[in-house]
């Protein structure tokens, strides 16, 4: 190798050494003025920490003396009021208890008064509730007697169906009024609703069981609709009181309503000719008093034609007095009965 080779050779050497050395101490003091940097940082965070910690003693100083000094004031107060308070706890005890023992004297005078109060108020409540009940009773009586009245002058001025109106309505007062549960089994029964007269008939002997009417119209109505057995069972029941009604030709009228519900022409015939004699043929049979016909004529009206009805019809007009001996017998086609023979 010659001798610039070498040179060269060195002078390069050198020359990476330098730059290795260069970089390394340039490397060096950069990380020393960092760790400068941040233990200067560390300086200044220690001093502002310190700083905040004098300040925080400092305000939480004043605060606690603050509070020392308001809570000492309030004591201060309470022990003053606590003072007087008991100095006049008794006089304020002794006032309360004369004050209370006024409170109840009071209390007990109104307690008085208000139960005095309360009697008279019931006293006149009652006494209003009556009146209020009397006035609606004598209004009730009031509109039934007008209601009354009026269906019985429409049924003498024989607006039936109007009247019966006007006796349901005054019935819907008085349920068991005899006469208007009467005018209403006449009505029905001329409206030819003999079953529904029926119910107005029993209505009135069993609401009125001391009305020997109700109970002589109600049989009488059970013969009407045919039903004969209840008619006599009741009849039975009350023996004295039909048996002595027309001295007991109500019940001989009756059974001639029997008759036609059996069918029993000739009975009704035999029955006829039994009422006439010769000496009596242009008579009538004479009016009974104390009983209406007017129910079994518009019964007999109703029935379907035929001779049965032809008879019961002319029978009941002859009890009824409408027409005499001789035309009963002519219109049943009976002959006339003989005169008696005279003694020679």
């Not at 019966?164 to 005018?183: K, M, R, Y």
């Not at 057995?229 to 027309?246: G, H, P």
Request: hydrophobic content about 35%; glycine content about 4%; proline content about 2%.
């Amino acid at each position: 190798m010659g001798l610039k080779s070498y040179v060269f050779l060195t002078l390069c050497v050198f020359v990476v050494v330098s730059s290795l050395s260069f970089g390394e101490e340039k490397d060096v003091e950069r990380r020393l003025d960092d760790i400068e940097h941040k233990v200067k940082m560390i300086d200044a965070n220690q001093l502002n920490y310190q700083i905040e910690k004098d300040l925080l003693k400092e305000t939480y100083s004043d605060n606690y003396k603050l509070i020392n000094l308001f809570v000492t004031i309030v004591l201060g107060i309470v022990a003053v009021f606590g003072y007087f308070g008991l100095r006049d706890v008794s006089k304020i005890k002794d006032k309360y208890e004369s004050e209370l023992n006024e409170l109840r004297k009071v209390k007990d005078q109104f307690d008085q008064k208000s139960t005095e109060f309360d009697i008279k108020r019931k006293k006149i409540d009652k006494e209003l509730a009556e009146i209020i009940t009397v006035n609606q009773e004598q209004s009730q009586k009031i509109k039934f007697i007008e209601l009354k009245e009026k269906g019985l002058s429409l049924y003498k001025n024989k607006d039936l169906s109007m009247s019966l109106e006007f006796v349901n309505a005054a019935l819907s007062i008085q349920e068991f009024d005899t006469t208007c549960l009467h005018t209403k089994g006449r009505i029905l029964i001329r409206l030819n609703q003999p079953q529904d007269a029926l119910i107005a008939y029993r209505k009135a002997a069993e609401g009125n069981p001391e009305d020997s009417t109700s109970k002589y119209n109600y049989v009488e109505c059970l013969y009407f609709v045919g039903q004969t057995e209840e008619a006599e069972s009741f009849v039975a029941e009350n023996k004295r009181l039909f048996e002595s009604k027309l001295e007991g030709e109500l019940i001989e009228f009756f059974n001639v309503i029997k008759l036609y519900h059996e069918s029993n022409l000739d009975g009704l015939k035999n029955i006829a000719k039994s009422y006439i004699q010769h000496d009596n043929l242009d008579a009538l049979r004479g009016k009974l008093e104390g009983w209406d016909f007017d129910d079994a004529i518009y019964f007999a009206h109703y029935l379907p034609s035929s001779d049965l009805k032809t008879a019961i019809q002319n029978i009941i007009y002859y009890w009824a007095n409408k027409i005499d001996g001789k035309t009963l017998l002519s219109k049943l086609e009976l002959p006339l009965p003989e005169p008696p023979e005279e003694n020679s």
